[in-house]
Each structure stands twice: as structure tokens, then as C-alpha cells.
């Protein structure tokens, strides 16, 4: 029975496991605003948003969704965000162990998540 119950457990996936268990951050700044965000363990935390009003979120707060979308890391709110055309995003957010929607301006959010894309590589070097 012991032996059952050890190769059961070994066979079900562990929570601590999930997502890789790596670590994602970014950290974004424009002026004055700022918005940092760090991903473990499959939840997407916010580590900054000033100010508050443009990015409707505070410190300390978990992202769970956004629209119909799991969040766990932070790839998957910027995929979401990417993909959505609305002006408006939808973030389901868990503060103070209490879970509740707020709206968002998704412009806002899409100009510090998804990456301008790279820049151009620098000519070759003149012949001699």
C-alpha cells in the first residue's frame, strides 16, 4: 500500500514545479511613469505602478487575468494584450485577499509591455 501511495505521488505533478519555476521581471519607465512587474511560481506580481491612475493597479497586487485570459507569467498578460484591439483591458487582480475586476486603459498597458522591436544592426565596417 506504501508503495502505491509513493509511486502515486511521484507521478502527479508538483506545485512547486509549475511554470518552469523561473522568474520573469520588467521594468518600465517613461518620464515620470513607471511600471514593474515580476513573475514566480506562476503568479504575475506588481512591483510599481506610478502613477496609480494611469496603469489602474497598485504595488503588491497579483494579475490573474486579463479579459478571458490566465495570467501566470508576464508573457501571457503581454500576448493578451497584443492580440486584443479593445482600448479597453479587463484585470481580474487579487489585493489584500480579496479578488475583484478593474478596467484598464490597454494602450497604456500594451506601450510599456510589448517591446518596440529591435533595432537595426550597425553597417559594416568600411573597407580598407
Known amino acids: ?5 509513493l509511486l502515486l505521488m511521484m507521478l502527479l505533478p ?3 514545479l509549475a511554470g ?3 522568474s520573469q521581471t520588467l521594468e518600465w519607465r517613461q518620464n515620470d511613469a513607471r511600471l514593474a512587474l515580476r ?12 502613477p ?3 496603469f489602474g493597479v497598485r504595488s503588491g497586487d497579483r494579475i490573474l487575468r486579463v479579459d478571458d485570459t490566465a495570467v ?7 500576448d ?3 492580440h486584443s484591439n479593445a482600448s479597453t483591458a479587463y484585470l481580474l487582480l487579487r489585493r489584500d485577499r480579496r479578488e475583484f475586476t478593474v478596467s484598464v486603459d490597454a494602450a ?3 506601450l510599456a509591455l510589448v517591446a518596440p522591436p529591435p533595432p537595426a544592426p550597425p553597417p559594416p565596417p568600411p573597407r580598407r
Open 1 to 5: 500500500m506504501r508503495a502505491r501511495w
Open 39 to 50: 513573475s514566480t511560481e506562476g503568479q504575475v506580481r506588481v512591483d510599481a505602478a506610478i
Open 20 to 22: 518552469g519555476g523561473s
Open 108 to 110: 497604456a498597458w500594451r
Open 72 to 78: 501566470r507569467r508576464i508573457e501571457h498578460l503581454a
Open 80 to 82: 493578451a494584450l497584443r
Open 14 to 16: 508538483l506545485p512547486a
Open 52 to 54: 496609480e491612475a494611469r
